[in-house]
């Protein structure tokens, strides 16, 4: 992750279309490595500044049932963020750094994989947490597949798994090419797609 923090690049996005009658809604929220947040248009890639957070977020992701985002910094913390002013509350001391953060809106938990290759369940409300399994890699990116009811992560060799969240039992699915060090799951009237964004930071394998 050193190299995406020099890069001044945005390093994670979420998609935030889960709410159409949130003013937020339709899109993109990232944070880059001077630990600003940012609202993006999906349409043009214009942007438009909503805080300085004070700190570089590791894992970002989206919970819809009460419109904040969720972020986890390089301390180890997990944070509550709201995407309309940048506003937060810190929950918790996690203990482990995150790298990995995924909503599951089917039971209302987060999913996280930490810097020890280990798959957590985690409680939005304060931070508690219990261990689901040693999935065996680094993963840079982690989403939560409403449709199916699946994680799919995207790990440090550039492999894509599916991962199933009750006991972290996994499934290779394809060799990326690449790092992607940000991956969401994005809803669509009809539709739902799965993306990773490979703008945040790509390093070719060779």
Known sequence: ????????????????????????????YGTDSSTQMWKIDPTDGSKNLISGLGFYVNGLTYNNDDGYLYGTDSSAQMWKIDPTDGSKSLISCLGFYFNGLAYNND?????????????WKIYPIDG???LISSLGFYFNGLAYNNDDGYLYGADS??????????????SFISSLGYDFYGLAYVPEPTTLLLLGFGVVMLRRKH
């Open 1 to 28: 992750m050193k190299n995406a923090v020099a890069s001044g690049v945005i390093v994670l996005l979420v998609f935030c279309l889960l709410k159409p009658q949130a003013v937020f809604s339709g899109y993109l």
């Open 107 to 119: 039971d209302g938990y987060l999913y996280g994989t930490d810097s020890g290759a280990q798959m």
């Open 128 to 130: 508690s947490k219990s």
């Open 157 to 170: 060799g550039a492999q894509m798994w599916k991962i199933d969240p009750t006991n972290g039992n996994k």
